[in-house]
């Protein structure tokens, strides 16, 4: 059996297990210790220094980040984003998870590896070094994980539904997302648009959303290309990967979400493409399924994108339905 068919076996088992979430903490957990060099919070943390970096240097050229209200989507094992948000300066953050990840142990982790990597963090992010060292230093004093989150001024809600929040329309300055919006299925991506929508504030409220195009399972199957998951029809991949209980990836193109956020009456004001040499190419090779064929090579080719946007807040309504001619999802949008 393929590496990536014995890992979508192993956890769909986890899924199942009563205690199955408990247990997948704790590999993730162990995953990241000592015992993988390499794979631990420290070095996750380096590695996303400046793609995180990045994008809160975009956001700070669009919007004033400084005591800004946040509501962040997907908190995940290593919320090194959430961290890095509140050293560039945020007021305050609300993340919601539908799992409790985050453990205290990884959390001060990060914490000590961004100590070790202040001044790349400071350049990363584009804030002067004084302030991040003591915005650091505030929090390095924590002792558990709620003197921790109360310091840096996050209100961690897991299980949490983002879509309740109960905040008015119109109080965030900030909804956000970092490779979350892979894994939830198309049709709730509308939901979480038109909550942004009515959750920002109009003319200075922004969406940030950075999400991964290609296959995740290519990193730990060396026969997989992190495109070839494009052959498969939705029904196929859904057999395939996912189910009801784990949902793995949407399998979301770059140019689907755009066109998701432009039918919610969103403004798109920027976006930044990772791509692969050679994926093009590639791409041209393959037996597209039909969802896909309408884009071109270079739009398939996309491994991961970044994209900022701002409402107007005018209000859409959409719904997801199937149409049986074509046997594939299609998004079908009403405006009023």
């Not at 199942?16 to 162990?30: A, D, I, K, Y």
């Not at 299980?159 to 709730?188: C, K, M, Q, R």
């Not at 026969?223 to 209980?245: A, G, T």
Request: glycine share 6%; aromatic share 8%.
């Amino acid at each position: 059996m393929q590496n990536w068919r014995r890992k979508v076996l192993f956890q769909r088992i986890l899924s199942r297990l009563p205690f199955g979430e408990e247990m997948n903490s704790v590999l993730q957990v162990v995953k990241r210790s000592p015992l993988f060099p390499g794979q631990g919070f420290e070095a996750e943390t380096s590695d996303r220094l400046a793609a995180i970096g990045r994008i809160i240097k975009q956001l700070s050229a669009v919007m004033p980040l400084k005591d800004a209200k946040v509501v962040e989507v997907g908190t995940g094992w290593a919320p090194i984003p959430t961290f890095l948000l509140y050293l560039a300066g945020v007021g305050s953050i609300h993340t919601y998870d539908i799992a409790r990840r985050a453990r205290w142990g990884g959390m001060k982790d990060i914490v000590r590896a961004l100590r070790g990597q202040v001044e790349a963090c400071a350049q990363a992010i584009g804030q002067p070094l004084r302030v991040v060292d003591q915005r650091l230093a505030r929090i390095e004093v924590a002792s558990d994980m709620k003197q921790l989150l109360d310091l840096a001024n996050i209100t961690y809600i897991a299980p949490g539904n983002v879509l309740e929040t109960g905040f008015p329309d119109g109080s965030i300055d900030l909804f956000f997302a970092y490779t979350v919006f892979e894994h939830i299925p198309l049709e709730l991506l509308h939901a979480f648009c038109r909550e942004a929508n009515r959750l920002l504030r109009p003319g200075t409220g922004r969406l940030c959303v950075q999400f991964d195009c290609g296959d995740n399972f290519a990193g730990s199957d060396p026969s997989l290309h992190s495109l070839d998951y494009l052959k498969y029809s939705d029904e196929q991949w859904d057999r395939l990967v996912n189910d009801h209980n784990h949902h793995h990836f949407n399998r979301l193109r770059e140019q689907e979400f755009l066109e998701i956020l432009k039918a919610h009456g969103a403004t798109v004001e920027s976006v930044h493409s990772d791509s692969k040499p050679g994926h093009t190419e590639y791409v041209k090779t393959l037996p597209l399924a039909e969802r896909f064929s309408r884009f071109t090579p270079e739009q398939n080719a996309v491994l991961a994108t970044e994209v900022i946007a701002s409402f107007a807040r005018h209000r859409a309504k959409a719904t997801v339905g199937w149409d049986p001619s074509r046997g594939e999802r299609r998004a079908a949008v009403r405006v009023r």
